[in-house]
């Protein structure tokens, strides 16, 4: 079983739609959760990043954080064709490393293709 | 540089032969990942460095994977005698230091072995 599980669609929804973009993961050492948007490409970009369990919003987006269900969650409200893209979850653990010095990696799911159109 | 440069950005190579992948990253970044995403894939971690030393390099695959980084900047990711299953787009990746910063992705160098 991977430590993270994320349905890769693809996902195609017409303009306006509310997009539910869904992650489950296993290990609990996962402190920090992220969303990744990646145009076809090109490298990943962070989206959101969140630390505790609940919601937060940034403009048309809101990821959710059940921690307790292991479970994250990114919304899209009033989705737009420029937000065709592959969305990519990922989480982070605190490692130390040789030396004594933290470090974050980042285990990231399979990315869901999403494709919005007009 | 404003952001994370690899290159180069497409190698095609013959099966057999041993390819070089650079990243240069944001200065002043001092750790640095190495991160494969296959065809349809997430992204599957390599190694991390923290200045020129790895601390974690569980993730390369086999002994024909290397990488090393100098001057606490610029980093190589070599791979020998490589396979058709290393074709990937190879993605680097820098931050500030601590765990806690974000990671700044390049845009990939996309590797093709014939």
């Known amino acids: 079983q991977k430590e993270v599980e994320q349905d890769p669609g693809p996902l195609s929804v017409p303009e306006g739609a509310i997009v539910s973009l869904n992650c489950t993961y296993s290990?609990?050492?996962?402190?920090?959760f992220m969303w990744y948007r990646q145009y076809s490409r090109k490298g990943p970009e962070l989206l959101m990043y969140?630390?505790?369990?609940g919601n937060k919003e940034d403009g048309r987006f809101t990821a959710q954080v059940d921690k307790s269900s292991k479970y994250i969650s990114l919304f899209i409200r009033d989705s737009q064709p420029s937000d065709s893209a592959t969305y990519l979850c990922?989480?982070?653990?605190?490692?130390?490393?040789?030396?004594?010095?933290?470090?974050?990696?980042?285990?990231f799911g399979q990315g869901t293709i999403l494709t919005v159109h007009p | 540089g404003a952001g994370v440069s690899q290159s180069p950005s497409n190698k095609v190579t013959e099966k057999g032969k041993d390819v070089e992948l650079r990243c240069d990253p944001i200065?002043?970044?001092?750790?640095l990942y190495w991160y494969r995403q296959s065809l349809g894939q997430g992204l599957e971690f390599l190694i991390y460095?923290?200045?020129?030393?790895?601390?974690?390099k569980s993730g390369l695959p086999s002994d024909r994977f290397s990488a090393e980084r100098t001057g606490g900047s610029v980093s190589t990711l070599t791979i020998q005698r490589t396979q058709q299953e290393d074709s990937a787009v190879y993605l680097c990746?820098?931050?500030?230091?601590?765990?806690?910063?974000?990671?700044?992705f390049g845009e990939g160098s996309r590797l093709t072995v014939l």
């Open positions: 460095f923290q200045g020129n030393s790895a601390p974690d």
């Open positions: 200065s002043g970044h001092t750790a």
């Open positions: 290990n609990s050492a996962f402190q920090y």
């Open positions: 990746a820098s931050s500030s230091p601590g765990a806690t910063g974000e990671l700044f």
């Open positions: 969140t630390y505790s369990s």
């Open positions: 990922a989480m982070k653990a605190v490692l130390i490393g040789r030396g004594g010095t933290s470090y974050g990696k980042l285990t």
